[in-house]
Structures are given as structure tokens and as C-alpha cells.
């Protein structure tokens, strides 16, 4: 699914709301989630998951292309971690 897919969805399940104000809405929404994780903040949506940031550290790695040995700095990735309620139904 993607935002746009989304944002239809909420619309035909509410048919009285504006597009416009759905978008603005959603991208609301996603926007603050991102910057809650860039100021390293954690995100927990409860019965659906959490956001977080890890950090990994520096490493030496193998360009696959060419065979030889690149250094990969520290750097910052996103997660996500499935809450209780969404294993639950998932797995019904």
C-alpha cells in the first residue's frame, strides 16, 4: 500500500472528508514521525509498532563490483518493531 493508496482508503471509509485535508493529514502525520526519529526520539503506535533508530558503528566491507576493500563510516538506520496486537493479528 502505498501513501496515496492510503489516503484513498480513508477517504472512501469517510466520505465526508476532503481530499485535500486527508493528504494534509497523512503527510502530517508521516512528517512528524520522521522528525521525532531524526531527533532520536522513539515512536510507539500502540497494537501496531515502534520506530527507533540504531546506530552502526564503522566497518570495513567488500565492494561486491570490484573486490576490493571499502571503509563504511558510522552511520544511523531507521527499525521498526511489530507490536503485540499486530502479531496477534497477523498470525490468527
Known amino acids: 500500500m502505498t501513501k496515496s493508496d492510503l489516503v484513498i482508503k480513508i477517504i472512501n471509509l469517510n466520505n465526508y472528508?476532503?481530499?485535500?485535508?486527508?493528504?494534509?493529514?497523512?503527510?502530517?502525520?508521516?512528517?512528524?514521525?520522521?522528525t521525532s526519529l531524526i531527533n532520536s526520539n522513539k515512536v510507539?503506535?500502540?497494537g501496531f509498532g515502534s520506530f527507533g533508530?540504531?546506530?552502526r558503528e564503522?566497518?570495513?566491507?567488500?565492494?561486491?563490483?570490484t573486490g576490493?576493500?571499502?571503509?563504511?563510516?558510522t552511520k544511523k538506520i531507521s527499525f521498526f518493531r511489530m507490536g503485540k496486537g499486530?502479531?496477534?493479528?497477523l498470525n490468527k
Open 17 to 34: 472528508i476532503n481530499q485535500k485535508d486527508v493528504q494534509k493529514s497523512v503527510d502530517t502525520f508521516f512528517e512528524t514521525i520522521i
Open 44 to 46: 510507539e503506535l500502540r
Open 53 to 55: 533508530i540504531k546506530k
Open 58 to 65: 564503522a566497518r570495513l566491507a567488500r565492494n561486491p563490483k
Open 68 to 73: 576490493s576493500i571499502v571503509a563504511v563510516p
Open 86 to 89: 499486530m502479531k496477534e493479528r
